[in-house]
C-alpha cells in the first residue's frame, strides 16, 4: 500500500527555536553519531577533523547558540602542507560511551577519548576505510576497507588481531553478529559471515546482483539484512544458503538498512520486529519479516534517501536526503509527523538514547540538532 501525505495532514515544521545549528567543521559531514550514555554527538566531516559536541539535556535553547559552544575538535592531520586522505569517512562509539573510533579515507582507524585525547592509531588497510563497528563487548574492533579486507583490532593490545581477505572487491560494510563474528559485504556482489580464529568464512551469502552496499544483523543475530545496487533488499539466516526473503519493491538502488529496536531481546519485546530500507528512488519502505512483505512505502522525499534510523521506542523513523529534509515519520500511521529542511543535502541522521533529540549531519558542513516531541 503506497501511503502519500496529503494536504489535510501537513506535516509539522519543526520550528527554528527547536533547532541548534552546530558550526564550525569547513567540509561536508558525513557521520554522526550519538554516545550510547549521554548528551555527546560525535560528527565526522571531510575536513579531517571529528567533533565531540556537548548537547545540553532537555530542550533546546535558542539564546545560548551564539554561547561558546562546548566543543573538541579531534585532528587527523599532522599539520603538514597538502596532506591528503585524512577526510573522516565514519565514526562508532564503544557501547559504555567511554571511547569514540574514527575512520579515514587514509586507511587508519583512531579512538578518541571522550577528552579528545588520541588513545590508538591502527595503520594497517591499505585503501580508505568505508565502514568500522565496535562488538558489543568493547575489546574488538571491526574496520572494512577500499583495500578489499575487513580486520578485527585488539583494542587492548592497539594492534591488529586478524585480516579477513576474502572479498575481490571494496568492502563496503562491515556488521557484527556476535562478538565473535560479523558480516561483511562488497562491491563484488557477495556477503560473508567471518569468525576471528577461522581462515575461512563460515557462510557465504550469493544471490545480489550488483553492489552491496549495507548488512545489518537484527538485534538477536539471527537475521542479516542486506541491500545493493540491483535494487532489491534480502533477508538470509545461517540455517540456509538461499535468502530467506528478497524485497523488491524500490525502483532504484537501495543505499541503506536499518532493523527497529522492536521484538524479542529488545527493550521493546512487544512490538514486532520490522526492516526499513533507503533507496535512490526517494523512498524509504517498511517491511514485515515474518512474511518478507511490504507494510508501508513512506513517500515525502523528492531525492535520494541516504539515511534511516529508528527511535529508540521504535515508534519512530527519521530519514534524512539530499532534498535537504529531514522527515520523521510515524511508524503507527506511516505518515510524516514532523520536518525540518536545512540548506543541504544530509548523509546521516541519528536519535539519542531518550529519543528527544534527532542529529543530522549536511554537506553544507553543519550538524543540526532537532528537539522531537510529540
Not at 571531510?46 to 539535556?57: H, K, M, P, V, Y
Not at 583512531?110 to 580508505?128: D, F
Not at 507494510?295 to 539530499?322: C, W
Request: hydrophobic share 35%.
Amino acid at each position: 500500500m503506497d501511503i502519500f501525505t496529503t494536504s489535510t495532514s501537513q506535516p509539522r515544521e519543526i520550528p527554528s527555536s527547536d533547532v541548534t545549528i552546530l558550526e564550525g567543521h569547513t567540509s561536508e559531514v558525513c557521520a554522526c553519531a550519538w554516545s550510547p550514555k549521554g548528551s555527546l554527538l560525535a560528527s565526522g566531516s571531510g575536513d579531517s577533523t571529528a567533533r565531540i559536541w556537548t548537547i545540553a539535556e532537555g530542550r533546546c535553547n535558542p539564546d545560548s547558540q551564539n554561547g561558546p559552544l562546548n566543543v573538541l575538535v579531534l585532528k587527523h592531520l599532522r599539520g603538514i602542507k597538502n596532506e591528503m586522505g585524512k577526510d573522516v569517512t565514519t565514526l562508532d562509539w564503544n557501547g559504555e560511551g567511554t571511547l569514540l573510533a574514527t575512520g579515514s579515507d587514509n586507511g587508519q582507524a583512531r579512538i578518541w577519548t571522550t577528552n579528545g585525547e588520541l588513545r590508538s592509531t591502527l595503520s594497517k588497510h591499505k585503501g580508505p576505510i568505508f565502514s568500522l563497528k565496535w562488538n558489543k563487548k568493547g575489546d574488538y574492533l571491526l574496520t572494512g576497507s577500499c583495500d578489499k579486507t575487513a580486520i578485527v583490532w585488539d583494542v587492548k593490545a592497539e594492534e591488529w588481531k586478524q585480516q579477513f581477505e576474502f572479498h575481490s572487491g571494496p568492502t563496503l560494510d562491515v556488521d557484527w553478529r556476535d562478538n565473535v563474528s560479523f558480516a561483511t559485504s562488497s562491491t563484488d556482489n557477495m556477503i560473508y559471515v567471518c569468525k576471528i580464529g577461522e581462515n575461512h568464512p563460515i557462510k557465504t551469502f550469493v544471490g545480489h546482483q550488483g553492489e552491496v552496499n549495507c548488512v545489518k544483523w537484527d538485534p538477536t543475530g539471527s537475521l542479516l539484512a542486506s541491500c545493493s545496487d540491483d535494487i532489491t533488499a534480502k533477508i538470509w539466516n545461517m540455517k540456509q544458503d538461499k535468502h530467506l526473503h528478497d524485497l523488491r519493491e524500490h525502483s532504484k538502488e537501495i543505499y541503506a538498512l536499518r532493523w527497529s529496536p522492536t521484538g524479542p531481546g529488545t527493550n521493546n519485546p512487544n512490538k514486532k520486529l520490522v526492516l526499513a530500507s533507503a533507496s535512490f528512488d526517494s523512498t524509504v519502505k517498511l517491511w514485515d519479516v515474518e512474511l518478507g512483505k511490504l507494510i508501508y512505502s513512506l513517500n515525502g522525499h523528492t531525492h535520494f534517501v541516504y539515511s534511516v534510523a529508528f527511535s529508540p521506542s521504535g515508534e519512530y523513523l527519521a530519514s534524512g536526503s539530499l532534498d535537504k529534509s529531514v522527515h520523521i515519520w510515524s511508524l503507527k500511521e506511516g505518515k510524516i509527523v514532523k520536518t525540518y529542511t536545512g540548506n543541504g543535502g544530509i548523509f546521516e541522521v541519528c536519535w539519542n538514547k531518550e529519543g528527544d533529540k534527532i542529529a543530522a549531519c549536511f554537506a553544507n558542513n553543519k550538524v543540526c540538532v532537532l528537539d522531537f516531541r510529540m
